[in-house]
């Protein structure tokens, strides 16, 4: 009688599950799900910058000018630094610009702690 219980099973057969291959599947998509995760936060957008120019004022200013690419609802942060001959740090400031303001040309004087021989702006992120 056993076997009239299951005419499809009788009339195809059976297959025994594969619980290893349940298991790799599972870790194939978690691992595709972490490295899109991954990636989507490094290579979220940032607002376009760039410099255009410094000045060298005397041994304790460097004037950088730039620009930043943004939209008007975004806000943004800029790291601005003056760097010595070995590209050590001399002069750092961060200048947030909130939202409402769209594109920016600016230019910042930047104080340094010993004598500059350039200035940058390193990076622009939303915040």
Known sequence: MKDNLDPIAQRYGTKKSNPALLISIAAGLTA?????AV????????????TTGY???DKNHV????????????????TIQALKED????GFKE???????????????LKTTEPAVT?????????
Not at 32 to 36: A, K, Q, R
Not at 95 to 109: Q, R
């Open 32 to 36: 595709v799900f972490i490295t899109w």
């Open 39 to 50: 990636w989507s936060v490094f290579t979220g957008a940032k607002p376009e910058f760039k």
């Open 55 to 57: 000045q060298v004022v």
């Open 63 to 78: 004037l950088v000018k730039y620009t930043v690419n943004k939209s008007k609802d975004q806000n943004v942060v800029c």
């Open 87 to 90: 590209y050590a740090v001399v």
């Open 95 to 109: 200048i947030a610009y909130p939202a409402g303001t769209g594109n920016i040309k600016d230019s910042f004087l």
């Open 119 to 127: 200035g940058l702006v390193d990076n622009c992120r939303f915040y």
